[in-house]
T-cell receptor, first 114, second 110 residues
């Protein structure tokens, strides 16, 4: 069975541009979460979506937005890119949104902002 | 905000040695998780702990949920080269999010 898939794998953008990252959850999973991992740090929570509704939001500016589609795939959008947005963006899926649900991570999209 | 203190930051060991790393917090949590991340990959869940005092094993890995619910440790016995990676502790931080430590980078010399 396919795990969580993310696209693209790598991306280079310049300051001020906009980026869209995509995630397909494990088949049957309805919850998708997004994390940002800066080099040398642990992942930081950005958003969680369940059944197309936002269930949680981390401490990120409004330049970051996301949505979930009827097939449970998700997009993360970042506007007005800054150098500090350079990071590995991870998507995780789980079957439901709940305290004891295991989140399975994809390989990530590595974004470099120049 | 919620913060996990993970130590050590890095470890360099010989193959066959045992490894111990830990994670502490100033807050109480009801779930502690340990993940491993290899280069070019996302974190993979190794062990999940749901009860204070719980000791859980997964092969050569053993993790414990501290009785105060403010700490956890992970032990790896008889390390092998494929144990190389970054190990993260994580907790359920509310609003369905995971809060991660900064990681322990493990290097195993054959």
């Amino acid at each position: 069975d396919a795990g969580v898939t993310q696209s693209p794998t790598h991306l280079i953008k310049t300051r001020g541009q906009h980026v869209t990252l995509r995630c397909s959850p494990i088949s049957g999973h309805k919850s998708v979460s997004w994390y940002q991992q800066v080099l040398g740090q642990g992942p930081q929570f950005i958003f969680q979506y369940y059944e197309k509704e936002e269930r949680g939001r981390g401490n990120f500016p409004d330049r970051f937005s996301a949505r979930q589609f009827p097939n449970y795939s998700s997009e993360l959008n970042v506007n007005a890119l800054l150098l500090g947005d350079s990071a590995l963006y991870l998507c995780a899926s789980s079957s439901i949104a709940g305290a004891e649900e295991t989140q399975y991570f994809g390989p990530g999209t590595r974004l470099l902002v120049l | 905000g919620q913060q996990l203190n993970q130590s050590p930051q890095s470890m360099f060991i010989q193959e066959g040695e045992d490894v111990s790393m830990n994670c502490t917090s100033s807050s109480i949590f009801n779930t502690w998780l340990w993940y491993k991340q290899e280069p070019g990959e996302g974190p993979v869940l190794l062990i999940a702990l749901y009860k204070a005092g719980e000791l859980t094993s997964n092969g050569r890995l053993t993790a414990q949920f501290g009785i105060t619910r403010k700490d956890s440790f992970l032990n790896i016995s008889a390390s092998i080269p494929s144990d190389v990676g970054i190990y993260f502790c994580a907790v359920k931080g509310g609003s369905e999010k995971l809060v991660f430590g900064k990681g322990t980078k493990l290097t195993v010399n054959p």
